[in-house]
């Protein structure tokens, strides 16, 4: 038996969300292809067709936008077919390049939160563990010295050391899923990565139950990376525990979702020089390089 940890990231762009995050949610081998299924299947239940087939995928940013809120109640609830009806013209329109009507961007809408919703009941019946890591929006970045450019970040290290605590429990080894960005990049953070795993003494510790080496995939082709969007998305602007306190949220997100990634998240013990302590899938490093006290 081994995990998938499915990985993206949300804002780094450094636009105005509040955090900057990188995660998903690991998922058991044996239930990969079910839950795939299954998310197949809602697609078709809540729009009438399969994104793909209009050139669109499923992300956060188009599920939950605060448009897609205000389109989906200006409206009483559409019955299904009706829904899928609508939400298939709405494609339709946004292929054609010609502006969709109220009772389309309605359905779209409905559909859309519809979709999210069962992505998370998805997500908990295929028994799925949310591990994330977050950085406050304008937090110190390392300097410029090519020793910290080749360093693998804070953030990172502490969501393998998270993800390393569960796999050690679970006597299985784990596997990084990740949306591929730009290959220089990916290539920079590979090399970083295989530094971690073989340099350090915690790297090659945790190379015991984490593959040292990612696999990378395009999000608009490996449906677990964008269900990973969404989560990470809601956690952004929903998800408040410890340190993770920043006062801007979206309380439409937050009402909705943020129970649902609370009941998701790993928590469990963790250990450091001898101590054990009580650990969680979702860590705030509020610096990417200044050590931790």
Known sequence: MSWLFFMDESGHDHGQVPYEIRGGFALEDSRLWPFIRNVMELELECFGARLADYKSEIKGTKLLSADRFKQAGQMDALPELERQEQSRAFLQAGLEKRPPTKKQFTAYGQASLTMADGLFDLLKKHKAIVFASSVPRG???????????????????????????????QKSMGMLV????????????VRRMHAYFTKTDNGRARARWIVPAPFFVSSEMALPVQVADVVIYCINWAYRHGSMDAAETREEIRERYDAKIHNLVWHGDGYSKGKTFQSFGIVCVPDLFVSRK
């Open 178 to 189: 990740m949306d591929e960005v730009e290959k220089k990049e990916d290539t920079r953070f």
């Open 139 to 169: 937090a110190a970045k390392p300097p410029p010295e090519a020793a910290f450019n080749e360093r693998l970040r804070k953030d990172h290290i502490f969501l393998l050391e998270r993800f390393f605590y569960f796999l050690e429990k």
